[in-house]
C-alpha cells in the first residue's frame, strides 16, 4: 500500500487537475510526491501588484499528519515577496507551517492562507532579524524553531 | 525534540502500577498516596503513552479498539463502532472538512476496528499484540489520532452554541470563536486536550469514558474520577485515563497483556 503521504497527495493533486486552482495560484510542476512548486499572485490592491511568486512544497512520507517545508523560491524568475514574516532566503515565519500546522490544510490551502498573509500587508519591510536569519538559516525552513511574531498568520 | 533522549514508544505495554509508583518513592509522598488509591480500586495497571500532545487521543483510542477486541460479542461491537462512525461523516463533512482531509484517515481506523472480526491482507484478524504492534506504527497510530482529533473538531463547530461558552484560549484565557478554538487546539498536530475536547469527543464516539486525576493535591490520597458522557450504556469494559498534569495514559485492571489464547 502506498504511504499516507503519496495517497493523500495524488488526490490533491487530482482535485487540482479536475477543479482548478484559486485565482492568483498556479501549479508550475509537480511531477513526484516529494517536492512541488506553485507560483502566487496577489489579486487586486495590494502591496504586491504585479508581482508574480513562486512557493516550494517539499514533502515528507508522513505528510500531512507532519507539516510540508514551504518557502517562497529565489531564483533568476522569482524573488522573496518584501514582507515582515519572510525572510530574503524565502523562509516564511508562519505558524501553521510549525506548531499550528493541522493536516486539515492542503498544498492549496496553506497557498491561500499565504496569499491573504500578502494581500493583508500594510509595509513592505523584511524581518527586523532578517541578516542574521539568513546567514546561518538551514537549508529547510522546518528546522528552524521560529518565533513567531504574530499569531494572526 | 531533543533526539538525545530515548523515547518512549508511542504507546507501551502494560506495566504494575509499581512502576509509576517507584517513581514518585523518592519525591511526591501524595502522588504515592493516591497511586495506591487507585491499586486499591484495582487499578493495577498502567500502558503508557508517549508524551506528545497526542497522548489523550492516542490512550482513548487504543482503549476504544481494544474494549471492542475484548467485547463478549465483538461482531455486534465492531457494527455499532462503525455504524457510529460512518454516522459522523456527514458531520465532518457540514464542519467543512473534504473528503479528501478525512478519509485516508478514517479508513485508516476502520480498517483497525474490522479487522477485529474480518482478516486483514496477511489473513490475520486483530489481536492484542497485532492492536499493540498498529499503534506503535507512527502512521496508522498518527492516522487514527489526527481522525479523532477532527471527529472532535465536527462535534464542537456543528454545535457551536453548546460549546461557545466553553471555549478559551488555554494560556491567554481569553474566549475564542469555535473555528478558531478548533483550528488551533484541536485540529492541530500535538496540541493537548482539555475538558472541552474531551466532552466532545465523547459525544462524537457515543461511548462514556472516565479521567481518574492523579495530581498530589489530595491530603487523603483519594483520586476523583470525572466522567463523560456517563449516559451511554455500551456493556463494554469500562474505558478509564490517567491524568498526571500534562500528560494521559491508561488504566488498566490487569498488570500486564493478556495472554494469547489459542
Known amino acids: 500500500m502506498a504511504g499516507i503521504a503519496s495517497r493523500r497527495l495524488a488526490k490533491e493533486l487530482k482535485e487540482i487537475h479536475t477543479q482548478g486552482c484559486p485565482v492568483g495560484i498556479q501549479l508550475l510542476s509537480a511531477d513526484n510526491f516529494e517536492e512541488w512548486h506553485l507560483s502566487l499572485e496577489v489579486m487586486g490592491d495590494s502591496q504586491y501588484q504585479g508581482e508574480v511568486f513562486a512557493l516550494k512544497f517539499r514533502f515528507e512520507p508522513q505528510y500531512p499528519i507532519s507539516a510540508p517545508a514551504v518557502q517562497f523560491m529565489v531564483t533568476d524568475k522569482y524573488k522573496s515577496p518584501v514582507h515582515p514574516h519572510v525572510y530574503s532566503n524565502g523562509h516564511i515565519c508562519a505558524s501553521i507551517l510549525g506548531t499550528e500546522w493541522s493536516p486539515v490544510l492542503s498544498v492549496i490551502g496553506v497557498c491561500v492562507t499565504l496569499q491573504s498573509m500578502l494581500a493583508s500587508c500594510k509595509k513592505k519591510e523584511r524581518p527586523p532579524d532578517n541578516d542574521r536569519y539568513v546567514r546561518h538559516a538551514p537549508d529547510n525552513p522546518k528546522q528552524t524553531r521560529f518565533h513567531y511574531h504574530d499569531d494572526t498568520v | ?262
Do not use: W
Open chain 2, 1 to 262: 525534540m531533543d533526539e538525545a533522549v530515548p523515547q518512549r514508544p508511542l504507546i507501551d505495554q502494560i506495566v504494575p502500577m509499581a512502576v509509576l509508583r517507584a517513581e514518585y518513592e523518592n519525591g511526591s509522598a501524595s502522588f504515592v498516596k493516591q497511586i495506591d488509591y487507585l491499586v486499591a480500586q484495582s487499578f493495577t495497571g498502567i500502558r503508557r503513552t508517549r508524551g506528545d500532545g497526542d497522548c489523550f487521543y492516542r490512550s482513548l483510542a487504543f482503549r476504544y479498539v481494544e474494549r471492542i477486541l475484548n467485547s463478549p460479542d465483538p461482531a455486534m461491537s465492531v457494527g455499532s463502532a462503525i455504524s457510529t462512525l460512518d454516522a459522523s461523516l456527514p458531520m465532518l463533512e457540514a464542519a467543512g472538512f473534504q473528503p479528501l482531509v478525512y478519509e485516508d484517515f478514517y479508513e485508516t481506523l476502520g480498517a483497525i476496528i474490522k479487522r477485529v472480526v474480518q482478516p486483514d491482507d496477511s489473513n490475520a484478524t486483530l489481536t492484542s499484540s497485532l492492536l499493540l504492534e498498529a499503534f506503535q506504527n507512527p502512521e496508522v497510530s498518527n492516522s487514527v489520532v489526527v481522525f479523532l482529533r477532527l471527529l472532535t473538531s465536527a462535534q464542537i463547530r456543528t454545535d457551536p452554541d453548546e460549546y461557545a461558552p466553553f471555549l478559551f484560549h488555554p494560556e491567554l484565557g481569553e474566549p475564542m470563536t469555535p473555528r478558531e478554538f478548533c483550528e488551533t487546539f484541536v485540529e492541530a498536530v500535538g496540541k493537548e486536550a482539555d475538558h472541552v475536547q474531551m466532552t466532545a469527543l465523547a459525544r462524537a464516539l457515543k461511548i462514556n469514558f472516565s479521567v481518574a486525576y492523579l495530581d498530589g493535591r489530595s491530603a487523603d490520597g483519594h483520586v476523583d474520577f470525572v466522567k463523560f458522557n456517563e449516559d451511554v450504556e455500551d456493556g463494554l469494559e469500562p474505558l478509564v485515563l490517567l491524568y498526571r498534569p500534562g500528560h494521559y495514559d491508561v488504566l488498566e485492571k490487569r498488570t500486564e497483556e493478556l495472554p494469547v489464547v489459542g
